[in-house]
């Protein structure tokens, strides 16, 4: 058993992480390096941050308000992905959208 302190969707998120495996021991014995980190902004309503992976590839990950991530993907379809978020936050969930994409030559 542990004791979280501090914002509870970290908490939440760091138990998840625990649940599948991604102890602090596993994540130090990594070699996914951090590159850089947008820290999480109220008005931003997301955060960012950019690592390499033991391929030598670079992925950005993005968390934060599902809306924001929504328009910063130029997704079309994003209908049944409001209409879900919608139904979880007025069941008082607390909702946050994760994404990441690989960065290449191609895509800087």
Same mark, same amino acid.
């Given at each position: ?21 991604? /102890? ?5 014995? &990594?070699?996914? =390096? %951090?590159?850089?980190? *947008?820290?999480?902004?109220?008005? #931003? ?27 910063? /993907? ?5 209908? &049944?992905?409001? =209409? %879900?978020?919608?139904? *979880?936050?007025?069941?008082?969930? #607390? ?14």
């Amino acid at each position: 058993m542990y004791t979280i302190e501090g914002d509870p969707t970290d908490g939440a998120l760091t138990v998840l992480g625990h649940k599948i495996g991604l /102890t602090n021991e596993v994540l130090e014995d &990594s070699v996914i =390096e %951090a590159i850089a980190e *947008l820290p999480f902004d109220s008005e #931003r309503k997301y955060m960012a941050a950019l690592y390499t992976f033991p391929d030598e590839t670079m992925h950005l990950i993005i968390k934060g308000a599902p809306d924001v991530l929504l328009d910063i /993907t130029g997704t079309k379809d994003t209908q &049944s992905w409001e =209409e %879900a978020n919608q139904d *979880l936050a007025e069941g008082g969930m #607390r909702v946050i959208a994760q994404g990441s994409v690989e960065i290449s030559e191609e895509n800087v």
